[in-house]
């Protein structure tokens, strides 16, 4: 029989555990699932030493400092916007953000061996199964000639879950945290899965994520390369397989298909937009507002839009130079400290920190990943996961 959770978990591991079940799945049930860690962490800290080591995880964190510069710079920008009454949705996100991430360290320090990886493997594994079901079983919506696997999500925000569970599946079955060999064939039914759930969200910025985590993951782990190699042909295969199945035999003049050209014309405003507001952008959430002022006509009959499918020019029209450099800042910190816990460590979760900060980088070129807060909670748990210090391996069996 396999074990999901320890029976002697902690509220704390619970509903941690909790949450990573159900981010794959639902926002609204994540986020109860985040109110109930938050008030396991109140009564945690009601003791004097648990309540000094969160204060501690938190002042000791370089990512949660840059995340409140980030939410810092919003908030001035949405101060010298047009209306903060249209920015007020998107300081939320930024506050729904730094507290998603102030959860998962604060948890993380005082239950460092918390049972995520089969938390995370039941989640992605039911998402898998659903999207699937839903490409071989239900008729097509007319965009493609097999349904796009979405699970609860939009296809895009599916295809970027399932690639940060593959790439999580990978690091386990070259890392894993138990010998039992029942644990490692799950392991690989689950990654399995998850892959052709992506390879069935035709989601091509989600399967070239993976193909540059993939090579992440080689940087850390010579002996992956030829997994790597592997994770990259299929990639790529999928991503013109995908092409074909929603734009058929289009000629090689048209192979960047409408809604690439869509994105050229988006980003074209966006970075106008910059151009006249350089400092602090046009205001949090005001691209919608403005996009009509840059662009006139409507693009495939849609006008306004209210993202500029790049998540920084976007960030640029809206935040301007103060705005961009905090999200470099904040990226760059994600980026070394998991770079740092990939090298010093042999697990699989700080493997996995490290291709995911690589794969949601590249995801951003052509989304606004980082804004869509089911995503970016859920890539933040998975950092958290990685970068934790932990006293070992731990005994999770998935």
């Given at each position: 029989?396999?074990?999901?959770?320890?029976?002697?978990?902690?509220?704390?591991?619970?509903?941690?555990?909790?949450?990573?079940?159900?981010?794959?799945?639902?926002?609204?049930?994540?986020?109860?699932?985040?109110?109930?860690?938050?008030?396991?962490?109140?009564?945690?800290?009601?003791?004097?030493?648990?309540?000094?080591?969160?204060?501690?995880?938190?002042?000791?964190?370089?990512?949660?400092?840059?995340?409140?510069?980030?939410?810092?710079?919003?908030?001035?920008a949405s101060s010298l916007g047009s209306d903060m009454?249209?920015?007020?949705?998107?300081?939320?996100?930024?506050?729904?953000?730094?507290?998603?991430?102030?959860?998962?360290?604060?948890?993380?320090?005082?239950?460092?061996?918390?049972?995520?990886?089969?938390?995370?493997?039941?989640?992605?594994?039911?998402?898998?199964?659903?999207?699937?079901?839903?490409?071989?079983?239900?008729?097509?919506?007319?965009?493609?000639?097999?349904?796009?696997?979405?699970?609860?999500?939009?296809?895009?925000?599916?295809?970027?879950?399932?690639?940060?569970?593959?790439?999580?599946?990978?690091?386990?079955?070259?890392?894993?945290?138990?010998?039992?060999?029942?644990?490692?064939?799950?392991?690989?039914?689950?990654?399995?899965?998850?892959?052709?759930?992506?390879?069935?969200?035709?989601?091509?910025?989600?399967?070239?994520?993976?193909?540059?985590?993939?090579?992440?993951?080689?940087?850390?782990?010579?002996?992956?390369?030829?997994?790597?190699?592997?994770?990259?042909?299929?990639?790529?295969?999928?991503?013109?397989?995908?092409?074909?199945?929603?734009?058929?035999?289009?000629?090689?003049?048209?192979?960047?298909?409408?809604?690439?050209?869509?994105?050229?014309?988006?980003?074209?405003?966006?970075?106008?937009?910059?151009?006249?507001?350089?400092?602090?952008?046009?205001?949090?959430?005001?691209?919608?507002?403005?996009?009509?002022?840059?662009?006139?006509?409507?693009?495939?009959?849609?006008?306004?839009?209210?993202?500029?499918?790049?998540?920084?020019?976007?960030?640029?029209?809206?935040?301007?130079?103060?705005?961009?450099?905090?999200?470099?800042?904040?990226?760059?910190?994600?980026?070394?400290?998991?770079?740092?816990?990939?090298?010093?460590?042999?697990?699989?979760?700080?493997?996995?920190?490290?291709?995911?900060?690589?794969?949601?980088?590249?995801?951003?070129?052509?989304?606004?990943?980082?804004?869509?807060?089911?995503?970016?909670?859920?890539?933040?748990?998975?950092?958290?996961?990685?970068?934790?210090?932990?006293?070992?391996?731990?005994?999770?069996?998935?």
């Amino acid at each position: 029989m396999i074990r999901l959770l320890p029976k002697d978990a902690s509220a704390v591991s619970l509903t941690l555990a909790a949450a990573a079940i159900l981010l794959p799945l639902s926002l609204g049930a994540s986020n109860l699932a985040l109110g109930a860690l938050s008030l396991a962490l109140l009564w945690r800290m009601r003791r004097t030493e648990q309540r000094k080591a969160v204060f501690g995880s938190w002042r000791g964190e370089p990512a949660w400092s840059a995340l409140i510069l980030y939410a810092a710079a919003g908030s001035l920008a949405s101060s010298l916007g047009s209306d903060m009454g249209v920015s007020a949705h998107d300081c939320i996100k930024d506050l729904h953000r730094l507290w998603s991430l102030s959860l998962f360290v604060a948890a993380l320090t005082l239950e460092p061996e918390a049972p995520l990886w089969p938390a995370f493997a039941s989640g992605f594994a039911l998402a898998a199964a659903v999207g699937i079901a839903q490409s071989a079983f239900l008729p097509s919506d007319g965009t493609s000639t097999i349904l796009r696997a979405h699970a609860y999500v939009h296809p895009v925000t599916y295809g970027e879950q399932m690639a940060f569970a593959a790439l999580g599946g990978l690091c386990w079955l070259r890392r894993p945290s138990t010998p039992d060999t029942r644990a490692w064939r799950w392991a690989m039914v689950v990654t399995i899965l998850c892959a052709a759930a992506l390879a069935l969200s035709q989601t091509r910025a989600a399967l070239l994520a993976i193909c540059l985590g993939s090579i992440a993951v080689a940087i850390l782990e010579p002996r992956l390369r030829r997994w790597a190699a592997a994770a990259i042909a299929l990639g790529s295969l999928s991503a013109i397989a995908g092409h074909l199945n929603r734009y058929g035999t289009e000629s090689a003049a048209t192979f960047i298909p409408r809604e690439q050209q869509t994105r050229l014309a988006l980003w074209h405003g966006a970075w106008r937009m910059f151009r006249d507001h350089p400092w602090t952008g046009v205001g949090p959430g005001h691209f919608r507002t403005q996009f009509t002022s840059y662009f006139s006509g409507t693009i495939e009959n849609q006008s306004p839009w209210g993202t500029a499918h790049n998540l920084y020019l976007h960030q640029a029209a809206e935040r301007g130079l103060v705005g961009v450099a905090a999200l470099a800042g904040l990226f760059a910190v994600l980026l070394w400290r998991s770079w740092r816990a990939g090298r010093a460590r042999s697990d699989a979760a700080s493997l996995w920190a490290f291709a995911a900060v690589t794969a949601f980088l590249i995801m951003n070129i052509t989304e606004t990943a980082f804004q869509n807060e089911q995503l970016a909670t859920l890539f933040l748990l998975v950092w958290a996961f990685g970068t934790a210090r932990r006293s070992g391996k731990g005994a999770e069996i998935l």
